[in-house]
C-alpha cells in the first residue's frame, strides 16, 4: 500500500525555519518525481515545488522561490521541503505528494499543519 | 503562475449532471493535454479523478468525465451521488516543471 506520512508542522514566528519531511512507503519511491502543495485555512490548493526521481529538475512557485528548498532521499525513502523566512500568510497544511507522470497527483499524504504566528 | 479559474459554486439534485469548468491560458490548459482534477471532502487530502484530460483512474466511477477545448477543462459528474458533495480543483501543467491549481468549486448535491 502507498503511503505518503508529513511530519514537522507546528507553530514558528514569522521569519522563522522550518523542515518539513515526507516519508514514503509502499512504492519504488526512486523512480518517482514528487510534489509539495499546500492548503491555507479555508482556502484552494496552491502547488509549491517538483523534484525529479533523481533530484535533476526541481521547481518552484514564485511565492516560494528564494525561500524554500525542495531535496529528497533515496536511500531514506524520503522528501524535505525547507522553509525559511516564513510569513504570516505561509500557515498552511502542507501535503506531499506522488507525481504517477506525467503531471498528475496520485496519492498525498494526510498534510502536516504550518502556523506561523507571533 | 495565475491561478486557473473555477466557478466557485454548482449545485445539483441527485441523478442529475452537472459540469465544473476550468480557464487558463494557452500556456497552462491550452498548451498541454495535463489536466488533472482532484476532489476533497473537508478534512481530508485530495483524491485523483481526472488526469490527462479525460483518463480516469481505477476505482473512479465512470460517472466522472472530463474534457477540454481551448484554454478551458471541464469535467462533468453524472447521476450525481449524495457522496460526490465535495470541493473539486483541476490542476495544469504550466511549463518549466510547474503546476496551477484552480481556485476550486463547492460541490452541492441538493
Known amino acids: 500500500e502507498v503511503q505518503l506520512v508529513e511530519s514537522g508542522g507546528g507553530l514558528v514566528q514569522p521569519g522563522g525555519s522550518l523542515r518539513l519531511s515526507c516519508a514514503a512507503s509502499?512504492?519504488?519511491?526512486?523512480?518517482?518525481?514528487l510534489n509539495w502543495v499546500r492548503q491555507a485555512p479555508g482556502k484552494g490548493l496552491e502547488w509549491l515545488s517538483y523534484?525529479?526521481?533523481?533530484?535533476?529538475?526541481?521547481s518552484y512557485a514564485d511565492s516560494v522561490k528564494g525561500r524554500f528548498t525542495i531535496s529528497r532521499d533515496n536511500g531514506r525513502h524520503s522528501l524535505y521541503l525547507q522553509m525559511n523566512g516564513l510569513r504570516d500568510d505561509d500557515t498552511a497544511v502542507y501535503y506531499c505528494?506522488?507525481?504517477?507522470?506525467?503531471?498528475?497527483?496520485?496519492?498525498w499524504g494526510q498534510g502536516t499543519l504550518v502556523t506561523v504566528s507571533s | 503562475q495565475s491561478a486557473l479559474t473555477q466557478p466557485r459554486s454548482v449545485s445539483g439534485s441527485p441523478g442529475q449532471s452537472v459540469t465544473i469548468s476550468c480557464t487558463g491560458t494557452?500556456?497552462?490548459?491550452?498548451?498541454?493535454?495535463?489536466v488533472s482534477w482532484y476532489q476533497q471532502h473537508p478534512g481530508k487530502a485530495p483524491k485523483l479523478m481526472i488526469y490527462?484530460?479525460?483518463q480516469r483512474p481505477s476505482g473512479v466511477p465512470d460517472r466522472f468525465s472530463g474534457s477540454k477545448s481551448g484554454n478551458t477543462a471541464s469535467l462533468t459528474i453524472s447521476g450525481l451521488q449524495a457522496e460526490d458533495e465535495a470541493d473539486y480543483y483541476c490542476?495544469?501543467?504550466?511549463?518549466?516543471?510547474?503546476?496551477?491549481f484552480g481556485g476550486g468549486t463547492k460541490l452541492t448535491v441538493l
Open positions: 505528494a506522488r507525481d504517477q507522470g506525467p503531471w498528475d497527483l496520485d496519492y
Open positions: 509502499g512504492f519504488t519511491f526512486s523512480t518517482y518525481s
Open positions: 523534484i525529479s526521481s533523481a533530484s535533476s529538475s526541481i
Open positions: 494557452s500556456s497552462d490548459v491550452g498548451g498541454y493535454n495535463y
Open positions: 490527462n484530460v479525460s
Open positions: 490542476c495544469s501543467y504550466a511549463g518549466s516543471y510547474t503546476l496551477v
